[in-house]
């Protein structure tokens, strides 16, 4: 549904993103994940004709996006980073005037509008100012705009940043109910955001792409240790000798400002409780103990430093 090739975007001497490369296939939830500045919102701003690539393909649905901007855009709907809402206009009023710009008949508009307020449970909000909403609908009213004329394509550019954590897990049921009907790709930086929503993952950082792969393939590939966190109320001076010949040990961290140890473990290990057991028999006073998980830090590191082993 979504093909990408070699896609650059040079603004002046900077190159924001550098020879991207990805298709997403019909009904396929697809996420790009990076931190700010890796080149998202750039990607989805040019696979929306809101600007042309430098160099490169892009096509929706078959048809290129800078030859035919017309046809691709008929089949997208775009949430940008910001979503262009009216504030001085009524949900409705608002709606009805994103429809007559797309070109939707009467009758479309119509039925688009009763869709959306119903997908979107913006009934009750409809004759309201957008001013006066909160956070959380005007990031409804975002999504309704971009679903109003029931695109196959949906682009949401970090549709969940700056909602509360109930109005984040409404907007990913959402996401996750276009899943198979629709062909989404969506932008955050946050790790299990798209590991929930998605079902391929594509990683970029500095404007490449470090990895394209199933949230669990990734965290397979990604996870090459079991990480445990353990700090000691006593610690003899030797301890981190005392842990490093423990069995099953990769490594041993010192503790830095945070006054814990941290160990990792052979894949597939849970040495918790012998861990435990260890520290508490010799009598140094356990105070915490528990597996870390991997960040997006974490996996930035990882990924970018072995990057040659990667698609
Ligand atoms: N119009 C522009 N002119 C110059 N640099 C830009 C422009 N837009 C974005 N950039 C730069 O391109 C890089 C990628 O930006 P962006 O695509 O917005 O990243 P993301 O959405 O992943 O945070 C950033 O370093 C940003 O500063
Ligand atoms: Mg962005």
């Avoid at 550098?18 to 890796?38: I, M, Q, S």
């Avoid at 998202?40 to 042309?52: D, E, N, W």
């Avoid at 435990?276 to 974490?298: H, I, P, Q, Y």
Wanted: proline share 5%; aromatic share 6%.
């Amino acid at each position: 549904m979504i093909e990408v090739q070699n896609i650059t975007k040079r603004y002046g001497d900077f190159t924001a993103i550098d020879r991207v490369t990805f298709t997403v296939d019909k009904g396929e939830v697809l996420a790009f994940l990076g931190p700010n500045g890796a080149g998202k919102t750039t990607a989805m701003r040019i696979l929306t004709c809101f600007m042309p690539a430098t160099e490169g393909v892009a096509r929706v649905a078959g048809f290129d996006c800078f030859d035919q901007p017309i046809e691709v855009k008929r089949r997208i709907g775009y949430l940008p980073e910001h979503p262009p809402l009216y504030q001085e206009l009524t949900v409705t009023e608002y709606l009805t005037f994103v429809g007559r710009i797309k070109g939707m008949g009467a009758e479309d508009l119509r039925s688009g509008l009763d869709r959306v307020m119903e997908r979107l449970a913006l009934g009750d909000v409809r004759h309201r100012l957008i001013a006066n909403l909160s956070r959380g609908y005007q990031q409804r009213v975002g999504l309704a705009q971009a679903l109003l004329h029931d695109p196959p394509v949906l682009i949401l550019d970090e549709p969940t940043l700056g909602l509360d954590p109930k109005q984040i897990i409404e907007i990913r049921e959402l996401i996750k109910s276009l899943a198979g009907s629709h062909t989404v790709i969506l932008s955050t930086h946050i790790l299990p955001e798209a590991t929930a929503v998605c079902q391929r993952v594509v990683i970029i950082n500095n404007g490449r792409i470090v990895a394209v792969d199933s949230p669990e393939g990734l965290s397979a590939r990604l996870r090459q240790s079991e990480k445990i966190r353990v700090a000691v109320k006593a610690p003899p001076a030797d301890l981190a000798n005392r842990f490093r010949a423990l069995p099953g040990i990769l490594s041993v961290f010192e503790p830095t400002e945070s006054g814990a140890f941290l160990l990792e473990y052979e894949l597939g290990q849970d040495r918790r409780d012998e861990l435990a057991r260890f520290v508490v028999d010799n009598g140094w006073g356990l105070l915490e103990l528990k597996t870390v998980s991997m960040t997006l830090e974490d996996v930035f590191l990882r990924l970018t430093q072995h990057e040659e082993g990667l698609e």
